[in-house]
């Protein structure tokens, strides 16, 4: 039973265009989501995040929506970059302060 | 600020081996996790310790894994007899404390092969 799911295992993006990678949930009762880069042979780092009291939160290129009532968050990077390429993963936070993970969706950006 | 620490990087066993990884955390974090990532999928968490206290071990199997964490701080987790479904990722995060911070910094990871 996923209650994160991230359902494209990859996306393909050209250097300067716009990258947009999805994530459904299926609890109701999450109330704060993140998203987490990660790169081969290291460790999750967080990239950003988004209360459920907002839609939007924006950090330089990278800005995430959240739509509550579709259960549905996204992640935009614009424009996008060749050190961008990498494994994006969402997560929810429960009401124990602990983190549901999705599946990841790997990124790469061509030249 | 120095990161979270793991070792070892990478370990291969036999099955029915047995096998320890250590974690020191940030110092200051009260709050440490430890999750097994599987490859293709996210990470899921095995135990969590407020301090050097258990606050959630529901989802680590008992029978085989154990983990603590001495005076509040560095904590290992060991895995015997390993079996070859243990082959993942294993990783280490802590935190300020649960309701203080949403974030969890995260080390680089143990990678176990379970031949």
């Known amino acids: 039973d996923q209650q994160v799911k991230q359902n494209s295992p990859s996306l393909s993006v050209q250097e300067g265009r716009i990258s947009i990678l999805n994530c459904d949930y299926t609890n109701s009762m999450f109330d704060y989501f993140l998203w987490y880069k990660k790169y081969p042979a290291e460790g999750p780092t967080f990239l950003i995040s988004?209360?459920?009291i907002k839609d939007k939160n924006e950090d330089g290129r990278f800005t995430v929506f959240l739509n509550k009532s579709a259960k549905h968050l996204s992640l935009h990077i614009v424009p996008s970059q060749p050190g961008d390429s990498a494994v994006y993963f969402c997560?929810?936070?429960?009401?124990?302060?602990?983190?549901?993970w999705g599946a990841g969706t790997k990124l790469i950006i061509k030249p | 600020e120095a990161g979270v620490a793991q070792s070892p990087r990478y370990k291969i066993i036999e099955k029915r081996q047995s096998v320890a990884f250590w974690c020191n955390p940030i110092?200051?974090?009260?709050?440490l996790y430890w999750y097994q990532q599987i490859l293709g999928q996210g990470p899921k968490l095995l135990i969590q310790f407020q301090n050097n206290g258990v606050v959630d071990d529901s989802q680590l199997p008992k029978d085989r894994f154990s983990a603590e964490r001495l005076k509040g701080v560095d904590s290992t987790l060991k895995i015997q007899p390993a079996k070859l479904e243990d082959s993942a990722v294993y990783l280490c995060a802590s935190s300020l404390g649960a309701g203080l911070t949403y974030e969890q910094y995260f080390g680089p990871g143990t990678r176990l092969t379970v031949t």
């Open positions: 110092s200051g974090h009260a709050t």
């Open positions: 988004i209360s459920s």
């Open positions: 997560a929810a936070m429960d009401s124990n302060y602990q983190l549901i």
